[in-house]
Nanobody
Framework: QVQLVESGGGLVQTGGSLRLSCTAS????????RGWYRQAPGKQRELVAA???????NYADSVKDRFTISRDHAKNTVYLQMNSLKPEDTAVYYC????????????WGQGTQVTVSS
């Protein structure tokens, strides 16, 4: 099994910054992609940012140039630096890890609340 533990959420004013962290443990040998998703009340979960083990990244259009995903392989940790936060960024943020198998298996963290006040 893979365990993902997140930290770093909280309340911030518009224009502020937060950094989320997610550390993986357990059977992580076949973990490939890591990423962050978010889910606002009444909305579907959406991809925010993702990073493959090869270093490729992709972002939702709504967060490009504001959010940055990075990985520390030695610590099995992925980060999401969020700058210039907006009220519409308010959501529960979930860490994701994709296990390379057939079919690929998603692992999820418990979620961390990010609230941006106007």
């Amino acid at each position: 099994q893979v365990q993902l533990v997140e930290s770093g959420g909280g309340l911030v004013q518009t224009g502020g910054s937060l950094r989320l962290s997610c550390t993986a443990s357990g059977m992580i040998g076949r973990i490939n992609a890591r990423g962050w998703y978010r889910q606002a009340p009444g909305k579907q979960r959406e991809l925010v940012a993702a990073s493959t083990s090869g270093g490729n990244t992709n972002y939702a259009d709504s967060v490009k140039d504001r959010f940055t995903i990075s990985r520390d392989h030695a610590k099995n940790t992925v980060y999401l630096q969020m700058n210039s936060l907006k009220p519409e960024d308010t959501a529960v943020y979930y860490c994701n890890a994709v296990e390379l198998r057939l079919p690929p298996k998603d692992h999820w963290g418990q979620g961390t609340q990010v609230t941006v006040s106007s």
